[in-house]
């Protein structure tokens, strides 16, 4: 599991809960490109509480990809308005992926709230 940012010094109980209360762990797109080079990666993976926007933690990442990803011919455009994409959404949710990897002990419905909302529709 890659580097997660914005956990250190909390517990796991503490990130259960904070799962629980809707945090989520997302990774974001950046590209860069330079004439015929063009680069599309992925962040390092970041914890945003439910209090925090997930598309403002990952301005940075959109600002980057806004200025440097344009530049190559021909996957730049291609590849900066995917991950623009991506960010302006609010990043990849990799919350149900995240939580298994750190064991947390989190309900289910926390993680797949998509399931919930089916369960209701039936």
């Not at 909390?10 to 997302?26: D, H, N, S, T, Y």
């Not at 990809?65 to 960010?87: D, E, H, K, R």
């Amino acid at each position: 599991m890659a580097n997660i940012v914005g956990i250190q010094g909390m517990k796991p109980q503490q990130l259960a809960f904070e799962v629980q209360r809707g945090g989520k762990f997302v990774q974001y797109q950046y590209c860069v490109s330079a004439l015929v080079v063009t680069i599309k990666r992925g962040t390092d993976i970041y914890f945003v509480p439910a209090e925090q926007s997930r598309s403002m933690k990952g301005l940075g990442w959109t600002l980057l990809t806004l200025l440097a990803g344009w530049w190559g011919i021909p996957w730049g455009p291609i590849y900066t308005v995917q991950s623009l994409w991506v960010n302006l959404r609010g990043g990849h949710d990799l919350t149900p992926q995240a939580a298994t990897a750190l064991q947390l002990p989190v309900d289910r419905c926390a993680l797949f709230p998509e399931d919930k909302k089916a369960a209701g529709a039936n």
